[in-house]
């Protein structure tokens, strides 16, 4: 697991160019946690000032750096913060042994940095039950913090990758009183995507000044949006996290009322989901579920939620074979309200089953040229009420397997 998976053929075509972010600075070091031979942690100082948000696992066996990270991240801290965060190892299911390998890793951190203890965020992300050589990203702090530049972020997400085959990056800019915002994020997820917050380790900066409780009601709605609505194989880690920095080095101030900022924070926090999804282990197909017609829009989520993480729908698109009948099992397995003779499908824009019965215009050919496509999408309709949701996954193949059973050598 040293080197880096063959890349993924729903890979974007390069890495997107990232603006610098007044007030964040990146450093990157191999430190050995794990890999040899690639950058393995990622160190990051953040201004005074800088407002914190995140949003995190729900898991019950989350590990001790999301535990840590969710105690400290209500804080109303005003001093420069931080971030340290390792590959290759989780330090999840690792007992005291994993809180105190976290409190080091932190406590020197912050030490090298500067800064307060309870400003210092920390990720891991990699293999579970293992203990963390905290020591290896201690012994690196002085080379990191004398590395520290405001163009470092590219390399930051090459550092953060794991199973990844490809760094993630995605940015946008929005004008407000005819004044500049910039947002740039990164993250990495590939397997082990389920949504249940927040799916992947994310890390989003903006210069905006925005306050602390408005950044966090933002952020965790907007996750909801976005990496709540994608899965690669219903597997929810044990180290998901997204946190989010505001500097307010641009001097525009952001409120509830700015739709503009949250719908760019929104379109950065989808196009990250949707590389993740795009680098699903094995994948080869991306595939979009509109689910319309529900009796609630909760209710239209589990319904896409059953189709996008049902073995049979997977592997079937894999094989680029369109068996709509694993879409009506999918639809009558999950749980919520379903009517048998409501019940619409569509393979792209054709009908394929209508109102309980096979659409009598549809062939099977025209499913099948469709099943070729890289990007698939399958729209249901329940014939019930209003509810829609949208969810995002990616097919099931022999790759999947051989990445993951050979994960630990």
């Given at each position: 697991m040293g080197g880096t998976p063959p890349l993924s053929p729903?890979?974007?075509?390069?890495?997107?160019?990232?603006?610098?972010?007044?007030?964040?600075?990146?450093?990157?070091?191999?430190?050995?946690?794990?890999?040899?031979g690639r950058t393995d942690v990622m160190l990051v100082?953040?201004?005074?000032?800088?407002?914190?948000?995140?949003?995190?696992?729900?898991?019950?066996?989350?590990?001790?750096?999301?535990?840590?990270?969710?105690?400290?991240?209500?804080?109303?801290?005003?001093?420069?913060?931080?971030?340290?965060?390792?590959?290759?190892?989780?330090?999840?299911?690792?007992?005291?042994?994993?809180?105190?390998?976290?409190?080091?890793?932190?406590?020197?951190?912050?030490?090298a940095l500067g800064i307060e203890e309870d400003r210092m965020f920390s990720s891991s992300t990699g293999v579970i039950g293992e203990p963390l050589p905290h020591d290896r990203i201690t012994d690196k702090l002085d080379e990191l913090v004398g590395n520290l530049q405001s163009t470092?972020?590219?390399?930051?997400?090459?550092?953060?990758?794991?199973?990844?085959?490809?760094?993630?990056?995605?940015?946008?800019?929005?004008?407000?009183?005819?004044?500049?915002?910039?947002?740039?994020?990164?993250?990495?997820?590939?397997?082990?995507?389920?949504?249940?917050?927040?799916?992947?380790?994310?890390?989003?900066?903006?210069?905006?000044?925005?306050?602390?409780?408005?950044?966090?009601?933002?952020?965790?709605?907007?996750?909801d949006l976005t990496f709540n609505c994608i899965t690669v194989d219903s597997d929810t880690s044990t180290s998901d996290t997204l946190l989010c920095a505001a500097t307010g080095k641009s001097g525009v101030r952001v409120t509830e009322a700015n739709t503009g900022f949250i719908d760019a924070l929104r379109g950065v926090m989808l196009d990250l989901a949707h590389q993740v999804v795009r680098d699903g282990e094995g994948a080869t197909k991306f595939?979009?579920?509109?689910?319309?017609?529900?009796h609630s829009d909760a209710d239209a989520r589990t319904h896409a939620l059953s189709i996008a993480n049902s073995p049979l729908v997977k592997t079937a698109i894999a094989g680029e074979d369109p068996n709509w009948g694993r879409?009506?099992?999918?639809?009558?397995?999950?749980g919520a309200a379903a009517d048998r003779d409501r019940l619409s499908i569509w393979f792209g824009d054709v009908?394929?089953?209508?109102?309980?019965?096979?659409?009598?215009?549809?062939?099977?050919?025209?499913?099948?040229?469709?099943m070729k496509d890289?990007?698939?999408?399958?729209?249901?309709?329940?014939?019930?009420?209003?509810?829609?949701?949208?969810?995002?996954?990616?097919?099931?193949?022999?790759?999947y397997i051989s990445i993951n059973a050979d994960y630990r050598s």
């Open positions: 729903l890979a974007p075509a390069a890495f997107p160019d990232l603006p610098v972010i007044d007030g964040v600075e990146f450093a990157t070091a191999q430190a050995g946690v794990k890999y040899k100082r953040l201004a005074p000032g800088t407002a914190m948000a995140g949003v995190f696992t729900r898991s019950a066996t989350r590990s001790a750096s999301v535990l840590d990270c969710q105690a400290k991240i209500g804080g109303d801290g005003t001093g420069a913060a931080g971030i340290v965060v390792n590959s290759g190892n989780s330090n999840a299911f690792t007992g005291q042994n994993g809180i105190d390998a976290t409190r080091a890793v932190t406590a020197a951190a912050a030490r470092g972020i590219t390399e930051a997400a090459k550092a953060i990758m794991t199973t990844d085959t490809y760094p993630k990056g995605a940015t946008a800019e929005v004008l407000i009183d005819n004044q500049s915002i910039k947002i740039a994020g990164i993250a990495k997820g590939s397997g082990m995507i389920a949504p249940d917050m927040a799916t992947m380790l994310v890390y989003i900066f903006t210069d905006a000044e925005v306050d602390r409780a408005v950044l966090q009601s933002m952020v965790a709605a907007t996750a595939v979009q579920i509109h689910v319309t017609g529900a879409i009506v099992m999918a639809v009558g397995k999950s009908l394929v089953a209508d109102k309980g019965w096979r659409c009598p215009d549809y062939r099977e050919e025209q499913g099948a040229a469709l890289e990007d698939i999408h399958i729209k249901v309709d329940l014939g019930l009420g209003g509810g829609l949701a949208t969810v995002w996954t990616c097919d099931l193949t022999h790759g």
